[in-house]
């Protein structure tokens, strides 16, 4: 079913979630990596679509956002004392997901470098200094959206090893 309901996550909410995950996950291991081991393969391979992929978050994140308002009535409650924790977790995820990709648009094009989309330039190469600005805030973001992940996939967890709960199943989709 492409709806949610209150017993389970609909499929284009599952496909958008999971299609998210690996493309922050991608980017955020091979900044990672970067930093550790500078000129890895893996990073090496990754950088060169960092932006690319951004953008694509962005879409995602735009298509994600409009419909998770379209589905609000129709979502599995979230019950208990952990609610506000999850309403306000995933209202920062959400935003984080938003701020990440055009912080790293605005720093590269106030940076002079431009912006390109598969190798195509979508912003020419300026010297932006207000962008610039907004942009450093790309790499300290990262680190918070490193955070947020790791907080979501532990609190995944805890629903179902601790709590017992189908939460991780309905966005599984059994």
Same mark, same amino acid.
């Given at each position: =079913?492409?709806? #949610? ?8 909410? %599952?496909?958008? +979630? ?11 291991? *091979?900044?990672? &990596? ?9 990073? @090496?391979?990754?950088?060169?679509? +960092? ?9 995602? =994140? !735009?298509? %994600?956002?409009? /419909? ?6 129709? %979502? ?6 952990? @609610?506000?924790?999850?309403? /306000? $977790?995933? !209202? ?10 055009? *912080? $790293? =648009? ?11 989309? &598969? ?7 300026? #010297?932006?200094?207000?962008? !610039?600005?907004?942009? @450093?805030? +790309?790499?300290?973001?990262? /680190? &918070? ?5 790791? $907080?979501?996939?532990? =609190?995944?967890?805890? +629903?179902?090893?601790?709590? %017992? ?7 599984? $989709?059994?």
């Amino acid at each position: =079913m492409l709806s #949610d309901s209150p017993s389970h996550y609909g499929s284009l909410t %599952r496909c958008l +979630h999971w299609l998210i995950a690996i493309l922050v996950i991608l980017q955020l291991t *091979s900044s990672l &990596f970067n930093i550790f081991w500078e000129g890895n393969v893996y990073s @090496q391979a990754v950088v060169q679509w +960092h932006t690319t992929i951004g953008v694509g978050i962005l879409a995602l =994140m !735009a298509i %994600r956002t409009l /419909w998770a308002i379209s589905q609000l009535r129709h %979502r599995p409650e979230h019950r208990g004392s952990l @609610q506000k924790a999850a309403i /306000w $977790g995933h !209202a920062l995820m959400y935003l984080v997901l938003f701020l990440m990709p055009l *912080s $790293g =648009m605005a720093f590269t094009w106030g940076s002079g470098y431009g912006v390109y989309i &598969f190798d195509t330039a979508y912003w020419a190469d300026a #010297d932006v200094p207000w962008a !610039a600005t907004f942009g @450093q805030i +790309h790499a300290p973001l990262s /680190w &918070f959206l490193s955070a947020l992940v790791t $907080g979501h996939i532990v =609190m995944a967890g805890y +629903h179902r090893l601790i709590r %017992r709960d189908d939460t991780l199943q309905r966005m599984l $989709g059994r």
